[in-house]
Each structure stands twice: as structure tokens, then as C-alpha cells.
């Protein structure tokens, strides 16, 4: 068996019993021509927290395959590490290379990565600055999207979600009492995404970045909202008189959606809509 249909039946597998790295619908034609209406969705704990509302929202005719690896971070997708809490690969180019989809969003929001050094990532065991960890971001994104565009995908640079102000960027509460580092959230990722798509490369490549799927569960200027109005699909959840439910987790928790759902419904909704918009005219 190669090391793509080790992969590939690997994450089905992880997928369907744990849900710790999500990986949808992976059947794709045996062309080597781009799936027509698809997207692929790469990311990490908030694509995977957004795992099955993509799946619920994906238009009839149309596919979308999200991958969310909680805790990890574009380096560890470029190189293809097993990711130490699943054992197994997050592997960027065998999804490409499987699915041959029509348009790739890439979805991080500053993990520091699982892998280590050795792949590219920052040490997260030590206080590594946001300008080293926006370096390998840069360095690993690029390679991600200069690939996906080789292969006939559009890119979507998705910006990440805005950090909880109650969590300083560098310094949080991971568990009670217990302190925690990290900088997901920090406006800094989505200059960089912006910086990428204005690039040589991204000009001519057509990267986008898209902030859609982040004013979901906040708002048009991307700061930080743990609620918002209530839609139609929140009938459960929506709270009166207000009319709001929340989205986001809250507490001392710096990035995540919130346990209900909601956040997840607008996000799913909002990364998957521009790139297969784009494709269906």
C-alpha cells in the first residue's frame, strides 16, 4: 500500500471513531483533474470544531472535505509528521494529490505546530516569539499554496477567528492554574494571509484572502464577540429577549467555537461559501 492510501485510510479511520483530526467525504475521482465544485478545507481545532457543519452545509451538487488537526499548525501539514496525539500524518500533498480538489482554504489560527523544529515548526516548549512562529507560518503556507495552485486548486486564505481578550497574546490559562503560551488569534496571522495573497506568487496564482468565515462568529471588523444575533437554525439555542447565542467558548479559552454548535453553523456556512461561489458563477 503507498503512503497515500496509508493516509488517506488512516484519517477515514481516526475520523470515524475518535473525530480528534476530521477528514470528510474522502472519495474523489481517479482524474488527475481538478473534482469540479469542490473544496478542501485544511486547518485546525476550529475546522475540526467546524467539521460536520461543513459537511451539513455543503450545497447538493457540490463537495467539501474538511481536515482539521486540533493543535496543529502548517508545518506539521507541509511535512507530513504523525501527529503524536492520533499517530497519524497530516499529510497536505497525499490530500491534494487523493482528491485533485477544485479550490483549497487553508484554515490556521497560530498554533505553534506539533511537530518540532525538525519540521519546520517553532519549539513550543519554549517562549518563542509571534515573529518566529509568523516566519514558519510564511515559509510553510506558501509552500502549501504554491503546491495546491500547481495542481489546478484555487487558494483561500481564510483569516482566523479574533483572540479572546480575556487571553494576552503570549500568555494564558490553559487549565486551572496551570499557564499556558500562545498566540492564536493575534491580528498578526491575518496581515500575513493578506501580505500572501498581495504577493508575486499570489497575484499570479489568484490566492484570496477571505474573511468571511472569521466575521461569522465576530464581526466585519474582526474583534472579538462572544455572542451574536440569532438565525433561523438557532431555535434551540437562541436566548430571549435578547435574541443571542453564543459562538464563541469563552473564558480563558483563546480561539475556540463555542460547545453548542452555533459558532460552528456560521463557520461552516461562511469558509466553504466564497470558494464554491467562485466556482459556480
Known amino acids: 500500500m503507498g503512503k497515500t492510501s496509508r493516509v488517506v485510510g488512516a484519517l477515514g479511520r481516526v475520523a470515524a471513531i475518535t473525530g480528534v483530526l476530521t477528514v470528510a467525504g ?5 482524474a488527475a483533474s481538478p473534482t469540479p465544485r469542490s473544496v ?14 461543513i ?6 451538487g457540490t463537495t467539501a472535505w474538511p481536515a482539521g488537526g486540533p493543535g496543529t499548525a502548517p508545518c506539521d501539514w507541509w511535512d ?16 491534494v494529490d487523493q482528491l485533485h480538489p477544485a479550490a483549497v482554504v487553508l484554515a490556521f ?12 515548526c517553532v519549539d513550543a516548549n519554549t517562549r518563542y516569539s509571534l515573529a518566529a512562529l509568523l516566519g514558519t507560518y510564511r515559509v510553510d503556507l506558501t509552500a502549501m499554496a504554491a503546491y495546491a ?8 486564505l481564510a483569516a482566523s477567528p479574533p483572540r479572546n481578550p480575556a487571553t494576552p497574546p503570549g500568555a494564558y490559562v490553559a487549565s486551572p492554574g496551570v499557564p499556558g503560551y500562545g ?21 499570479r496564482d489568484a490566492w484570496t484572502y477571505d474573511p468571511a468565515a472569521a466575521a461569522a462568529v465576530s464581526n466585519l471588523s474582526l474583534t472579538w464577540q462572544l455572542d451574536e444575533t440569532c438565525m433561523p437554525w438557532d431555535v434551540h439555542n437562541c436566548r430571549l429577549p435578547s435574541a443571542t447565542v453564543q459562538v464563541r467558548m469563552g473564558g480563558h479559552d483563546a480561539i475556540h467555537l463555542d460547545p453548542y454548535g452555533n459558532g460552528a453553523a456560521r463557520y461552516g456556512q461562511a469558509i466553504i461559501r466564497r470558494p464554491l461561489e467562485d466556482q459556480l458563477g
Open 109 to 120: 489560527s497560530g498554533n505553534p505546530g506539533l511537530s518540532g523544529p525538525p519540521s519546520g
Open 40 to 53: 478542501l478545507v485544511v486547518g485546525d481545532s476550529v475546522v475540526a470544531q467546524a467539521a460536520a457543519a
Open 149 to 156: 495552485s500547481a495542481h489546478g486548486a484555487r487558494v483561500y
Open 55 to 60: 459537511r451539513w452545509w455543503t450545497p447538493p
Open 26 to 30: 474522502l472519495t474523489a475521482p481517479a
Open 183 to 203: 498566540f492564536n488569534g493575534d491580528p498578526a496571522f491575518n496581515v500575513l494571509y493578506q501580505q500572501m495573497a498581495a504577493s508575486p506568487e499570489g497575484v
Open 80 to 95: 507530513g509528521q504523525a501527529d503524536p496525539h492520533s499517530g497519524i500524518d497530516a499529510d497536505f500533498r497525499s490530500l
